[in-house]
C-alpha cells in the first residue's frame, strides 16, 4: 500500500485510489506549485475509485460515480500509557491541539465541531516534532492526529493524547471497495482473507 504513489508510474500496482477532499475539491485545477494538485484532474478517468473524504456538499463537483466517505473520531488514546477516552469527555473543555498534516485547520475544526475550545498549533506536513513544539502552558490535555503520535512515542508526555479517527462508507460502497480489492489482490497472490 503507497500513499501519494499515484504519480510515480514506475510502480506496479493492483488498484489506484484517489481520494479527494470534499471541502476543497480540485481546488483551483491546476497541479503544484500553482495549486494543490499532484496529477491534472484528467487522471481521475483512470482510477479505479474515486473517493471523497467528509462528504456532503463537496460532492456536487466530484465525478460521477465518486463514493463517499466520512472519519469520524470517537476516541483518544494518551501517548504514554494507551488509556483510551471517548471524545465526548472533552467536549466543553479547552485543549490544545498540534497538527503536522497536510491541512491541520481541518483537524481543529473537526475538534470544535465535537464541542471542544480548541488552541492549535499548525505544523508543517511531515514535520519532525520536537519536545519544544509539543509544550504548552497550563495543564490542558494536547491532542494530536493518530499520523503524528508515530513520531512522539520516545517523548514523555503524559498530557498528550492522540485522536483515533476511522473510515466510514454507506455499506454497499464498502462492501464494492472490498470486493473489488479481494479479487484484484488475489490476482497478485493475496489471500483474500486477508482484505478487511
Sequence with gaps: VSDDGLQHYRLPRAAEIIMLDGARGLGNGWRLPAGPLRESPARLQEA???????????MRSMP?????MQ??????????NGVRMPMQAFSGKHVHAVAGIGHPEQFFT??????????????????KF??????FEGD???????????????????RHWYVSATAHFADADANRIL?????????????PEAVR
Excluded at 475538534?111 to 514535520?127: C, I, S, Y
Excluded at 520536537?130 to 509544550?135: I, K, Q
Excluded at 490542558?140 to 503524559?158: G, I, R, S, Y
Design 71 to 80: 472519519l469520524r473520531m470517537e476516541e483518544a488514546v494518551q501517548l504514554v
Design 140 to 158: 490542558e490535555a494536547v491532542l494530536m492526529t493518530e499520523k503524528d503520535a508515530v513520531k512522539c512515542h520516545a517523548m514523555h508526555l503524559p
Design 130 to 135: 520536537t519536545e519544544a513544539d509539543l509544550r
Design 179 to 191: 470486493g473489488y480489492l479481494r479479487k484484484r489482490l488475489g490476482e497478485h497472490g493475496v489471500q
Design 48 to 58: 479505479d475509485f474515486i473517493i471523497c473524504k467528509a462528504a456532503g456538499t463537496g
Design 110 to 127: 473537526a475538534l470544535e465541531a465535537m464541542g471542544l475550545m480548541v488552541d492549535g498549533r499548525p505544523l508543517p506536513d511531515h514535520a
Design 64 to 68: 460521477t460515480g465518486t463514493l463517499g
